[in-house]
Each structure stands twice: as structure tokens, then as C-alpha cells.
Antibody, heavy 120, light 108 residues
Framework: QVQLVQSGAEVKKPGASVKVSCKASGYTFTGYYMHWVRQAPGQGLEWMGWINPNSGGTNYAQKFQGRVTMTRDTSISTAYMELSRLRSDDTAVYYC?????????????WGQGTLVTVSS | EIVLTQSPGTLSLSPGERATLSCRASQSVSSSYLAWYQQKPGQAPRLLIYGASSRATGIPDRFSGSGSGTDFTLTISRLEPEDFAVYYCQQYGSSGVTFGGGTKVEIK
């Protein structure tokens, strides 16, 4: 079955960077876009962008352009999301999610989430 | 960017009752590119509906989606105890991807 397993929780200081990993299994990694979505404590969902694991091409939400970098390592079926210049309001759970149909922007399934806490 | 407004913010119902959740878009959602997700506390969201009305794999038929243009609805015909959760709509048309603010379905 399709499974996305994310890296563990992180605590970072303001101004630092964080890199979250998402290891995929149970399907052809290069066949489906991978999305990243975040959720601040007690808040709703915020889409950050996607990466095409086949080409490495990316599409970032305007809000995160210049601060986010999505990459992948096809040899280990893993996608990465790096967010730089962290602020306290970047404290959130970060999810990776596989595209349902190669490139449909429907997200299914999701990883378990990675809590990133930004605090001095 | 298309803004999605979900209503009500909270729905208080009893098991066995019918739930009707609304999602309104600030402009027309192209080709009914509208999805619904369920999220329980401490869990990742789960896809319920895509294409406005297509159920995802393994989703019970008590969940149904409808609508087009700017007005969409998620209906849960008879609430089961496991259905009490937060529900989000998402549009994925040409203007990018955005989520609504969510509707919490709680036990009355």
C-alpha cells in the first residue's frame, strides 16, 4: 500500500532553516507529483507547493517563493521541503501528500506530519 | 487566488442525523475541481471527495458531494460516531490550490 513516512519533529531558532523529508513506498515515486501542506496550531490547511519527482520541476505558492525549496532523491524515493529564514509564525505541522492522479492537485494519501517549532 | 468560505464554522449534531456542509468560492471553480477532506484530532487529513462528487477509494457511500461553479456541498447522510471531525474543502483549478477554513462537526 502507498505509504509516506516523514522525518521527526524539529525545533529551530528564528532565522534558521529546516529540511523535512518524506519517504515514499508502495508506488512509482517518479509517477506522481508530491505536495507540501502546512497547518499552524489550531488553524486550517495551507498549500505550499509541489515537486515533480520525475523532472525535479517545482511550483511554489506565491507566499513561500524565495523561502521554500522542494527537492527529491529518486534513488531513495524521498522528497524534501526546506524552509529558510524561519519565523515564529512558521511553527506548524508540515505534511507531504502524494498527488492522486500524476498531476491533478488532489492530495491522497498524506504523510503523518512533521511538527516544526520555531522558538528562541 | 480563489478564496473558499466554509459554513457553518461548527455543526452540532447527533449520531444518525444528516450533515450538510457548505463551501462557497469567491469565483467559479473550473471544471468542478473541488475536493473534500476529513481530519480527526492528531491525524493527517484524508481525501473523501474529488471532482466535486467522486468518492475516493474506500469512502462509505453515506458521504456525497455536489455543486458546481461557486457553490459546493458535502452531505453525510447519517452520521456515524467516527464521522465527528473537521472537514475542509479544497479547490485545485487553474488559479492554484487553496483550502477553506474548515467546518467542525461535533457531537450534540
Amino acid at each position: 500500500q502507498v505509504q509516506l513516512v516523514q522525518s521527526g519533529a524539529e525545533v529551530k531558532k528564528p532565522g534558521a532553516s529546516v529540511k523535512v523529508s518524506c519517504k515514499a513506498s508502495g508506488y512509482t515515486f517518479t509517477g506522481y507529483y508530491m505536495h507540501w501542506v502546512r497547518q499552524a496550531p489550531g488553524q486550517g490547511l495551507e498549500w505550499m507547493g509541489w515537486i515533480n519527482p520525475n523532472s525535479g520541476g517545482t511550483n511554489y505558492a506565491q507566499k513561500f517563493q524565495g523561502r521554500v525549496t522542494m527537492t527529491r532523491d529518486t534513488s531513495i524515493s524521498t522528497a524534501y521541503m526546506e524552509l529558510s529564514r524561519l519565523r515564529s509564525d512558521d511553527t506548524a505541522v508540515y505534511y507531504c501528500a502524494k498527488d492522486l492522479h500524476d498531476y491533478s492537485n488532489v492530495l491522497d494519501p498524506w504523510g503523518q506530519g512533521t511538527l516544526v517549532t520555531v522558538s528562541s | 487566488e480563489i478564496v473558499l468560505t466554509q459554513s457553518p464554522g461548527t455543526l452540532s449534531l447527533s449520531p444518525g442525523e444528516r450533515a450538510t456542509l457548505s463551501c462557497r468560492a469567491s469565483q467559479s471553480v473550473s471544471s468542478s475541481y473541488l475536493a473534500w477532506y476529513q481530519q480527526k484530532p492528531g491525524q493527517a487529513p484524508r481525501l473523501l471527495i474529488y471532482g466535486a462528487s467522486s468518492r475516493a477509494t474506500g469512502i462509505p457511500d453515506r458521504f456525497s458531494g455536489s455543486g458546481s461553479g461557486t457553490d459546493f456541498t458535502l452531505t453525510i447522510s447519517r452520521l456515524e460516531p467516527e464521522d465527528f471531525a473537521v472537514y475542509y474543502c479544497q479547490q485545485y483549478g487553474s488559479s492554484g490550490v487553496t483550502f477553506g477554513g474548515g467546518t467542525k462537526v461535533e457531537i450534540k
